[in-house]
């Protein structure tokens, strides 16, 4: 199996590069969601560009949409597309890679950006699944400071009414929002126990960057038969460089050279870690 | 025959369809008695999903079956599905191209006495300006079935709005001209072309014979599809005649006299009356109350026509 934790940080070299020749871009959850987003694709889900027909595949929803640029890096690892033409065109008119994840892009199933419709849609892919006696899996990915919506509870309330246990959410719980902290613009910091009431099985991720943690996590999420599964993941705003991580300031900014310098210094040094350390 | 209500049409229509097709779904917020849905979830229990009173989470669900095969029908009171789901109606349908089938039940002021909040004036138009959905609304039982039959043709979003109640019909059983995405001419006249949608077509079909009586001759086309409106249709009802009556169980802005206007107005120069429900909240009472109060009934389409010609 390749080096996920090294792969994990190339992608955000990947990211900054889009970002930087974009010029626009949500760096600090693209920076915290990278090594969830990585251990679903390349190593949870059997999806690929050759099964995308195949009805049996695993399904994956990008609801926290604005971490685009991390999916984008993903995907196009996976062989959906090239990632220079991603960074060449990230943004800039007439492209089609846009802000936010948009389904006429190969790999990618549903169109997001709005907060909170991850989750709902998700809860009809994976009662389709039931449906039809189908093994496929379902991922999603929701930020922290998207659960404020409340058709996220609307969703969480049906996949446990219908027992959804083919459905497998991930909070990307980085704690910081485009406001500042997340407990004080809306706080949930009992988030274990909301979900929990929901009817969730529940499983804390202490580090939510940890790959080995990410994957114990998941696979504990597939024994369990009755329920869905949320994964709380705590994560660091901006990982992988001392200049953007637990800054609220980073959820939406473009590096400047200076920045850029430290940042991609940073980053390197984190994959020589993952492949040495 | 008795007359059964449009929407029980549509339950009719698609448990046929979910016998033979395992795909057809149907799903309800809490809704399924007062959409006529019970039906198909007692007769096919595995292909109803509830999703509790939680409207933006029915049509979320809907995209997300869709998105994996199924062909679900979300039945839901038109205003609520129209106004309190419309994001997901136009992120998670319309803009991800989902074949999601919306049906708005008790639409317009079906709700009568119940007050605005049970009130889908507003539908046309925030369904029309959303790309990628089509907007149709039926006029009578008959009409209805043909629609939803086309309609389980497709694979694209489509937000289809009918009253609660039954009404009278405008076709005749058997002999129902009937063609997708083309308005449906009812009479045809020179004087004055009156142009309705969904429950007002009877009455603007009533309104020509009361013309006719007068030696004032009618156009009524029924434009049961709003959107892709037929344009053509319009334009020569409206070439034919000195001037256009639009008919809509709507706000008087935005929906179907809003649009026939525009049409017209590039097209073929011409007076364009609308007749709708006014831009506030409605007078208490009864549907056909209502309708006879703004004169939205045939003796209203009539007198108005009067004046015009």
């Known amino acids: 199996m390749e080096n996920l934790k090294a792969l994990a940080y190339e992608l955000r070299e990947n990211v900054i590069d889009m970002i930087v020749e974009g010029k626009a871009g949500h760096i600090g959850g693209d920076m915290s969601v990278m090594e969830i987003l990585t251990e679903i694709y390349f190593d949870q889900m059997n999806i690929s560009p050759e099964n995308m027909d195949d009805p049996d595949r695993d399904k994956f929803i990008m609801s926290k949409g604005h971490s685009v640029e991390a999916y984008y890096a993903v995907l196009a690892a996976k062989g959906f597309f090239d990632i220079r033409d991603v960074i060449a065109q990230f943004s800039k008119f007439g492209s089609k890679f846009i802000g936010h994840p948009n389904n006429k892009l190969p790999g990618i199933e549903m169109n997001s950006g709005s907060l909170g419709h991850g989750l709902p849609v998700s809860v009809g892919m994976a009662l389709a699944g039931k449906m039809d006696k189908k093994d496929y899996r379902v991922y999603t990915v929701m930020g922290d400071g998207e659960i404020a919506e409340g058709s996220v509870w609307e969703g969480a309330m049906a996949a446990s009414h219908y027992g959804l246990d083919n459905l497998c959410a991930v909070v990307d719980r980085n704690r910081l929002q485009i406001s500042g902290n997340t407990e004080d613009v809306m706080a949930h910091d009992d988030l274990h126990e909301r979900w929990k009431s929901f009817g969730w099985n529940v499983i804390d991720v202490a580090d939510g960057n940890d790959i080995d943690q990410l994957k114990a996590a998941f696979d504990a999420a597939k024994e369990v038969k009755g329920k869905p599964t949320v994964l709380i993941a705590n994560t660091v705003k901006g990982k992988g460089s001392s200049v953007m991580e637990n800054k609220a300031n980073w959820h939406h900014k473009v590096p400047n050279a200076e920045e850029l310098e430290q940042i991609k210094k940073d980053l390197k040094a984190g994959k020589e870690a993952a492949l040495h350390g | ?309």
């Open chain 2, 1 to 309: 025959m008795a007359k059964i209500a449009n929407k029980q049409v549509i339950c009719d229509v698609l448990i046929e369809a979910g016998k033979q097709d395992k795909d057809v779904v149907a799903l309800c917020s809490d809704s399924r008695g007062s959409a006529s849905f019970t039906p198909f979830a007692n007769e096919l229990p595995d292909q109803f999903v509830e999703t509790g009173i939680a409207e933006q989470n029915l049509v979320s669900i809907s995209a997300g079956l869709a998105k994996c095969g199924k062909k679900p029908y979300a039945a839901s009171p038109a205003c609520f599905l129209s106004t309190r789901s419309y994001e997901q109606c136009k992120v998670d349908v319309a803009y991800s191209n989902t074949n999601v089938k919306l049906i708005g039940i008790s639409g317009g002021v079906s709700y009568g006495a119940l007050g605005m909040s049970h009130h889908s004036a507003q539908d046309i138009a925030a369904m029309c300006a959303v790309p990628n959905m089509r907007v149709y609304l039926p006029s009578d039982r008959l009409q209805t079935e043909l629609l939803t039959k086309e309609l389980l043709k497709d694979d694209k979003p489509a937000y289809i709005r009918v009253g609660r109640n039954a009404v009278d019909d405008v076709y005749e059983e058997g002999n129902v001209p009937f063609e997708m995405d083309k308005a449906t001419v009812v009479t045809e006249g020179t004087d004055i072309a009156i142009i309705a949608c969904g429950e007002m077509v009877k009455p603007s079909v009533d309104a020509a014979a009361i013309l006719k009586e007068k030696g004032i001759s009618a156009t009524v086309v029924d434009m049961y599809c709003v959107k892709p409106l037929d344009t053509d249709a319009i334009v020569k009802a409206a070439s034919n005649a000195k001037a256009v009556i639009t008919v809509e169980e709507h706000a008087p802005f935005g929906g179907l006299g809003s649009m026939v206007s525009q049409v017209v107005g590039s097209e073929c120069p011409k007076k364009v009356v609308n007749i709708a429900l006014p831009d506030a909240p409605v007078i208490t009472g009864t549907s056909k109350e209502v309708f006879d109060y703004y004169e939205m009934n045939a003796e209203g389409i009539a007198k108005k026509a009067l004046e015009l010609v």
